[in-house]
Structure formats: C-alpha cells, structure tokens
C-alpha cells in the first residue's frame, strides 16, 4: 500500500496548522483535524496493531466507532488505554502506542504465534490448561492477554462533571436524519438536544455526494446547526450517547480534547430519536484481515474529509450498491480502480474510468505485512495495495435495543431493522434501513409527528439520490483458508464452524465459546456475519439464529466519568461532629464509626493508641470523664397515641413510664432479633424521645416512620428526628456531680430533683439544655444535650471546670472498655442476627407482657424456645492470661472433632480491674456460671471461666456515688 | 435509571428509594398466631411476573407509598400514599 496525502482537498483538515505527535516512538505529521488513523494513513502506517490472539499484523479498517483494529494507548495530557485512533483526534505532542504489540505493531515479537494458529482455535484455553489446574497457567497466559495497558500509577488530577439534564426531544446523531428531525422538533416548539460523537455534525454528509434544498449537503448541515444553536437549542459534538436506560434516561459522554476530563450527562428526555446511522461490514474471503484492506466507506470518509487517498492500485470489492460512489470518488482521485461486485446486474451505472468485474467474489488476499493482490474465485489475480471493502450495512439499532426494542429481519435490506416501536422512542434514517436523502427525510419527518405540527418544511433532496441494491455475501461454512469474521478477537469461519459442531450453537453461548463480538468494539463489525454464518452451518435463518443481547455502553465510557466527584473522601462521606475541631485541638486521634468520625482517643498523633486509650479508661473511673456523645439518636414521637406507638415498636412496656423518666429497652425485628437498644425518654404525656445507637439513627428512623404511616395513621403521631440539632456532652464518674455543680446549669442537681434514670431541664447562657441520668459507663453521669451551635462554649466550661477534678477527655476507645467492664451490650457487635433478648437475659416481656409489640409472635416459636441458645455472658481468663480474641470460640468435643459452642463478642484488658474481660455468646451460658470452657482461636487452644456479664460494681453503686 | 412517582414530592430517581415488601401483607397481631400464618407474613413473598403491587419509601421526604408497577417492563401503573394510615 502507499497511502499519501493528496495535495488538494480535505473538508476536516486545516492546512495552515501543522501538529506532530509520536506513534510506537516515530514521529508523525499530521494537520489540525486529523484523527490519529488518519494521520498515521497520510504517512502510509499500515500496521497499527497486533490481533488479540495471534498477533497478526493489522492496519485501519473503519473511520468511526466500529473500529476493531486501530486502537491505541494514549499518554501525555491524559492516559487512556484503547483508544480507537479513527475516532480521536490528532493533538500536537500526543504519544501514542499500538496496543497488543511489543516493543512495536511492526516488530512485534510475540508475531510468531500466528504460525501456530491452527493449534490454538477457539476454546483452545479451556480444553487445554485444565490439568494439573488452570491456576498454574493462569498468571502468563494473563500477562499475554489483554490489549491496551492501563497505567496503575495514574491518578486524575480533576474529576468528571456531571450534568443533569432535560430537553423535549433528545436526537442522536448529528446525520441528515438528526438534524432534519432536530430541526423538524424545533419549528414544533420544542425543546431540543443534539448530540454527535463526531467533532463535526454532518454524518455521512461529510464525505458522501448530495444536494439539499438546492445547497451542498455540507453547506446544508452547517446552516441546520447555525440554526438550531441560534434558537437556543443545544448542540453536544464529540457527545456519545452510550447507553438507554430504564425509563429512557440517556446516558452520554461527552469529551472536551483541552486536557479536561470528560463530562457525564444524564438526560431525561421526553421524546428520543435515534438516527444512529449504520455500520459498514466487510465481505468474507481468506486473509480479509491484512493491513491496507478497509471499509470502502472509511476510505471515502480519509479521501474527503482528510485528502488522504488509501492506495494506488486500489480494488473494491461489494456486493451492494453504496461502493460505487466509492470506486468513482478514488479513482477521479488518481488511483488505478478494478470494482468487484458478486452481482451480475442490478447495479448502479458504471462509474467511469473503473474497470469494473462483475459476478464475482474476492476468493482471498495476499501479501506478508500488507496486501498486495487478490484472487477472484475464478482464479484471476489482481495487484492492489489497497482493497476497499463493502459487504452491505448494519443498521446502528444498539441503543433501540437497550430500551427493549425488538428487531425485525429485512431481507431486502440484508440486516435487522427495528421492529415494533418502543415508547417515547423513534428511529430515523439508516438506523432504521433508509437509503436514500428522500427516505431519510420522510423517516425523520414520521419520527416527530407525533410532537404535533410544526412551522419547518421537510428538507428535499434535490440532488443524485443514493439506492440500496444490494445482495447478501455472508460468510459460508467450509470455506477455504483463514477468513477473519470478528478482528479484534481473532476469530475466523473455522473457529464459528469448531463452536457449531461442539454443539455451542445459541448465539449466547457462541459469543462466550469464541469471544465473537467481545471486547472494546462488541462487534459491530463482526456479529452479523459471525450469526449469519451460523444460520448456514445449522440451516437455519438468521432471525432464527438471533442476535446476542445489546448493553450499553455503546462504545467504552471512562471509569472516570461514572464515578463524577465520587471519589476519595467523597467516596462515602463520613458525618461529622459539631465540636470536630475542638477535639482536634484537645489531641483526638479520629476514626469512622458507623459512618460517624469520632475522637478513638485524646492521646495525639504518634501516641502509644492502646497506652492512651488505657490511661482514659482508668482515669475516667477515678473521678470524671468528659466524652462527646453527639451522635446518639435523639428521634421524638409526638402526639395522643406517642405512649400507644412506643409501645407498640419496643419489647418493653413504655407506656408506664412517667414523664420527666427514661427506661432502657430494645427494639426487635418482626423476626424477633434484637435490632437497637437504647433509652427511652418521656418527656411529657405525648412527648417521647428515642435513644437509639449512633450507627442505627436513619435506620430506627425508617422504622418509626414505617409503623406511624402503616399502622398508626399520620394524624396522631408526628416523629421528628432532631440528632444532628442538638449536640450531647456527658459528663461521667463518682465527681460528675461536683464538677456540674460549679458550672451551673439552673437546675437542682439534688437525688431527690434528677434521680438515676430521670431526665430535667436547665438553661445555659439563655439556651435550653436537657440533662439526663443516663449511664453507659456505670458511674454517675449526666448527658447534656444542647443546641449544636451552641455546645462549643459550653464544653469549654465543662473542660475548665474539670480541671479541679482532674477530668479526662476520653474517645470511644476508653467508652468501649467501660461499658464492657459493666456487661453492657452494643448491638451487632455482643449480640448477631440470631440474638433474642431473651438471650441477652431480658426475659420479662416475654413471659408477661399481654399487649401487640414488634416481633412477639416470633419470641414464641419452636427456635426461639430451644434450650440451647447462645446466651450473653462474661469471659474471665485464668490469672497472667492475655485477654481473649475477639471472634475466638468456645469448644466442646464430641464424635472426636471440635464443635463450637458460641464466641467471644468483646474483649479489653480493664484497666481498673488489672485482668482482661471479655463477653461472649455461649450455650446456656446463663445457667453455666463459674463453669471453664476451652476456647479455640486459630488452632489455638485456652480456657475461660464462665461469669456474669457484668465484671465491675455489681450492685450498681457507682451509679448513686 | 427509574422514575418512580412519590405522591409526596413528584417523580424522582429510583436511587432515592426503598424497598419496603409487598403491599398487602397484612400483619397478623397476638402471641398464638398460628405459625404458619406468621411465617408466611414474616417471608412467604408472591415475587409476580408482571403487575406486582408493593410499598416504597421515599428516603428523602420518608413517605411511604403504594405503588403498582410492572415487574417485567418496568412500567409504573400507579402510585398512592397509605390513605392515613391502615396497613395497606
Ligand atoms: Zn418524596
């Protein structure tokens, strides 16, 4: 082949504005306007890549997106992997590499595997590195595989945009089909979007002959777009409409080629229509795969738009009438043209200066790295360099597809059609088998009718018109040599035959047996004539045969457009204290705890975490602890049937509760789990507030909301979840009283006024504040809960005012261990998807409650009842011991092997006691006090004594201290 | 992606929503249901091929709704609020 560029000419080109980039390390030039195939095809590149699988030698088939071969690894402003170089556009300084090819697509060294072809057909892998085990064949074979290489050490510095948008009428495709229905929308009064994943609208109008309303069809397509713009409508070029979603929400992706990321838009039309064009397919005969041999149609598109003639001695080869144009463009171009046509007659005039055959096939090409002749299958020979290939078009129906829509087979046409319509959706133009500027226009026309009438006229064409003649030339079964049906995946009429006969016959599991129509380009090339040929080997038709099913995205989407601003911290964000950075200030070492960020300790960046969380621990038990308990649920019921409803959602009674009280108790699933526990507050008559576990506030929220509009009615309840309003400090430890007291909260602070689980009102610089007698360290505590804006002052007072007393800061970390000391639960961790409460030692309710509550009837069931439940107890470990691990189990042995017989849920070194402590889920564990177990952990086996949850201050006298 | 129609806030983004089970699943109240009837409650689910009638949650407003939807074209029939509060 010598591909040149002419001296003339090139509608895309811009002369005056030279660019180089680099391929494989060589230096190419190229103009403003080029793509990078087109670019490489003026140098005369032929090969740009090596096959997936036999790495051989391939050139540039297409101009568009169904590019199998071109593709290239992009890097400089922006790495991306698998670029199809007939769709990017060539950038000054771009470096660009063939994919599949070491070190290049011309010298590549793994090129010897293609003498080995007929060893390795489909499924070669499967049936081959099954024994001794595929795993230890698996890493080389996966190094060879693939195609683009992704840098793993790039990193985006900006993220995708992402837009949300909403139009009357979404076109996409920028053809003569999309502007006339765009412009035809508009003149309706409707709000319309364009999009084109060209740089330039136009479509085929770019580069094929035609005259519309008396003016070049170019000069046509330019004043449509002027006009749309100029009307305030939105025209999105280089925009890839990938995929149809449910309800037809629209994906596109949107690229900028100025060093930005692409946009992702998610458009919500009422009305879309498809004028997607169609795809050109090559024709089958043996080594149909050599570089220089090219989609008749790609090499009208690089002549006209680019100047950039594909060869000299150039033979097309069709079966449909669309070629012709081709063959007169090339050779008024300069070149030596023989058309081959399978048809004998039926075919547009003569083109002149062609030397045209008629009634015959191309039987195979030939040449070493690039095509250098053919063979008729009467034997003739022909010298070509280029040979430009028209096996008839497919309809580009994918999107069509994506909502649902089914395809009808047109024999006349040679290809699948859409069939019945699809709601909201309309297909215009050679998407839906229209041919010629007449029937484009009249299909666009019926494609909006429905949006009622409109004030435009129907373009006319006024030029030569194109027709559609056209007969099939599917691949055929024993057909001699390697005749290549998809590229990309290297797989011929021999491997579709090998799938046929070992019975993979659906075209499902064709695909999956031979990888037809897999990877970057999902064969839109290569699946019609891949089904096509199955049809012949089976006897069937190939609607019978089918098509696999479409999904989008159309062409690839970066990863990065998808995931928009969501990355990094954004990636899920964590919610925030009020008084964050006055604990940073104070040395709080922060974590994520059910989705909160909370101080884990105060002993600084660096510090000996463990040492620092032990320290608050035993601090806190010797007089005050100050902690920041700001996440925990604060959800109020209010209204008459408050006491009815909180009845109802907890396991414990509530409605006896008075008001200014609180009461500790669970909340189950209707399965009978327990699913929160928390404390209760009344308020008033009608006025509860739920105390539920930090991680579980949206969750309990749900559920409150779930019960008043199923089963109370709106009326008599109103919830309100006022957590992130009100910050909550507690204040905790035998000198808590003390400490309060010289703050100054306007309430009496007397046993008498504010007694251990009793809730009054105080004031704090003019603002509200609740304070409860609450405790999950079981020492004396108060938690204040006050306006969150407002709390920062007040925990300064309170951190003052500790001084005296020798006050802690203490992180959830210290929390954990005193609550443990204690034997108190947190759910999900203690207690599991099994847990009753009645396991956790709440048996009341159960045996005497006679009103409806969540989850009742399952408390009663042959399970909930079995005498071998695990039961929550305390773990002590024999004196010296380390504490036990978390997740460790309790073993019993029986039939020789090891059963468990429940788990360790927490364990901490206490130290206030000076010994580990730990609780667990045990069998009949309440009833097995003082009894020493074996625990197992990673074979490992120790002991520990079964004890009451609770290890510290038994009697609860701390609570009154 | 979805539209389902909140009879509160209008057609949103079916990512906004949650599944909340089938709509007339009646809960059988009292300790001595029989527990067949009950386990049917708690996980017998009718999952139809077509028309289905359940109820969703707006997250957003926390609306709870009835909605009928066509499990197979994913087509919304109909949307409504709880009607003040009888399990629907
Ligand atoms: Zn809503």
Redesign the pocket.
């Known amino acids: 082949m010598t591909a040149s560029r002419l001296t003339r000419g090139g509608s895309a080109i811009d002369r005056t504005r030279p660019i180089r980039f680099s391929f494989d390390g060589a230096t190419v030039e190229g103009f403003a306007g080029d793509t990078i195939a087109s670019a490489l095809l003026a140098n005369d590149v032929a090969i740009v890549g090596r096959s997936f699988k036999y790495h051989r030698p391939r050139g540039i088939w297409g101009a568009g997106v169904e590019e199998p071969n071109a593709l290239v690894d992009i890097s400089g402003e922006r790495t991306t992997p698998n670029t199809r170089a007939t769709t990017e556009p060539a950038r000054e300084g771009l470096e660009t590499r063939s994919v599949n090819a070491t070190p290049s697509a011309l010298a590549d060294r793994n090129a010897f595997l293609d003498r080995f072809a007929r060893f390795i057909p489909a499924a070669f892998y499967y049936k081959t590195f099954m024994w001794p085990d595929w795993h230890m064949f698996e890493p080389r074979i996966r190094a060879m595989a693939g195609l683009g290489k992704v840098d793993a050490g790039w990193t985006s510095p900006d993220t995708a945009d992402q837009v949300n948008h909403h139009c009357d009428v979404l076109v996409v495709g920028a053809g003569p089909a999309g502007l006339a229905a765009a412009r035809l929308a508009a003149g309706a009064g409707l709000s319309v979007t364009l999009v084109d994943d060209q740089q330039r609208p136009g479509g085929s109008l770019g580069h094929r002959d035609g005259e519309i309303d008396g003016r070049p069809a170019s000069v046509w397509a330019e004043e449509t777009v002027a006009a749309l713009v100029a009307d305030g409508h939105k025209v999105l070029p280089s925009t890839t409409a990938f995929g149809i979603y449910d309800h037809n929400l629209v994906g596109l992706n949107q690229r900028h080629f100025d060093g930005r990321p692409d946009t992702l838009w998610r458009v919500r039309p009422r009305r879309i229509v498809l004028a997607t064009g169609a795809i050109e397919r090559p024709l089958p005969f043996a080594n149909n795969d050599l570089p220089g041999i090219l989609s008749a149609d790609a090499g009208l598109s690089y002549l006209k738009r680019h100047a950039v003639l594909a060869g000299r001695r150039i033979v097309v080869a069709t079966n449909n009438d669309s070629a012709y144009e081709v063959a007169q463009a090339v050779v008024e171009a300069g070149a030596d043209v023989t058309l081959v046509d399978i048809r004998r007659d039926g075919a547009p005039a003569l083109p002149a200066k062609v030397r045209t055959i008629k009634g015959r096939a191309l039987a195979s090409a030939s040449g070493r790295l690039r095509v250098e002749g053919v063979t008729l299958d009467d034997g003739t020979k022909l010298e070509a360099d280029c040979v430009l290939v028209s096996g008839g078009w497919t309809p580009t129906i994918h999107l069509f597809c994506h909502a649902k829509g089914k395809l009808a087979w047109s024999e006349a046409r040679a290809a699948f059609l859409p069939g019945d319509p699809v709601d909201g959706i309309a297909v215009a133009g050679a998407a839906a088998g229209a041919v010629s500027l007449s029937d484009v226009f009249a299909s666009a026309e019926k494609a909006i009718a429905a949006s009622g009438p409109t004030k435009v006229t129907v373009p006319r064409s006024t030029g030569p018109e194109a027709t559609g003649g056209i007969s099939a030339a599917w691949p055929k079964p024993g057909s001699k040599g390697r005749i290549w049906i998809d590229y990309q995946n290297d797989v011929t009429v021999k491997d579709v035959e090998l799938a046929a006969r070992e019975n993979f016959v659906s075209v499902e599991h064709l695909k999956r047996y031979t990888t037809l129509g897999m990877a970057t380009d999902q064969g839109k090339t290569s699946n019609l004539p891949g089904l096509a040929l199955m049809a012949g080997i089976t006897g069937r038709t190939v609607p019978e045969v089918g098509t696999t099913t479409y999904r989008p995205p159309f062409t690839p989407v970066p990863l990065a457009s998808f995931a928009g601003a969501r990355a990094g911290a954004l990636m899920a964000p964590v919610r925030r204290l009020p008084l964050e950075n006055v604990h940073r200030e104070s040395g709080a070492v922060f974590q994520e705890y059910g989705g909160w960020l909370r101080p884990a300790h105060y002993g600084g960046a660096g510090a000996d975490a463990d040492r620092s969380i032990a320290d608050e621990a035993r601090r806190a038990r010797q007089s005050v602890a100050l902690f920041d308990g700001s996440t925990l649920g604060k959800i109020e019921v209010i209204g008459p049937k408050a006491a009815e409803f909180v009845d109802f959602l907890y396991y414990n009674t509530m409605s006896t509760l008075k008001p200014g009280r609180c009461r500790y108790g669970f909340m189950l699933s209707e399965n009978g789990v327990v699913f929160d526990d928390g404390v209760l507050v009344r308020l008033d008559e009608h006025r509860f507030v739920v105390s539920c576990s930090s991680s579980h506030v949206a969750a309990v929220h749900a559920r409150l909301e779930e019960w008043r509009q199923d089963r109370f009615g709106r009326e008599a309840i109103y919830i309100h979840n006022a957590t992130s309003e009100m910050a909550t400090l507690t204040v905790s430890g035998p000198n808590a009283r003390k400490l309060l007291e010289t703050v100054g909260l306007g309430l009496s602070l007397d046993e008498a006024d504010l007694p251990h689980m009793a809730v009054s009102h105080g004031t704090y610089a003019g603002d509200e504040v609740r304070i409860a007698r609450v405790s999950f360290t079981g020492d004396r505590s108060y938690e204040i809960s006050i306006r969150a804006d407002r709390a920062e002052p007040l925990w300064a007072h309170l951190r003052e005012a500790g001084k005296a007393f020798d006050a802690v800061l203490i992180g959830l970390e210290a929390l954990m261990i005193l609550r443990a000391e204690k034997g108190f639960i947190v759910i999900g961790k203690d207690t599991d998807g099994t847990t009753l409460p009645h396991d956790l030692g709440s048996e009341g309710p159960r045996a005497k409650r006679q009103t409806e509550y969540v989850g009742r009837r399952s408390l009663f069931t042959q399970e909930a009842s079995r005498n071998n439940r695990l039961q929550l107890v305390g773990l002590t470990v024999p004196s010296g011991e380390p504490p036990l691990a978390t997740g460790a189990h309790g073993i019993k042995r029986g039939d020789g092997r090891l059963h468990s017989q429940g788990f360790v849920t927490s364990s901490y070194q206490s130290p206030t006691l000076g010994r580990p402590i730990a609780l667990g889920l045990i069998e009949r564990g309440a009833a097995r006090h003082g009894e020493t177990i074996e625990i197992q952990h990673l074979g490992k086996i120790s002991s520990a004594t079964i004890a009451a949850p609770c290890a510290f201050d038994q009697a609860g006298d701390r609570l009154h201290a | 992606m979805q539209l389902f129609p909140?009879?509160?806030?209008g057609p949103?983004d079916e990512t906004?929503f949650h599944y909340g089970g089938d709509a007339g699943n009646a809960r059988p109240d009292g300790a001595d249901v029989p527990v067949d009837r009950w386990t049917n409650y708690l996980y017998l689910r009718s999952n139809p091929k077509g028309a289905a009638r359940e109820v969703w949650v707006?997250m957003?407003?926390?609306?709870f709704f009835v909605m009928e939807r066509d499990t197979l074209t994913h087509k919304v029939l109909s949307s409504a609020d709880l009607g003040g509060g009888h399990a629907a």
């Open positions: 909140c009879p509160f806030c949103r906004e707006h957003n407003c926390g609306e």
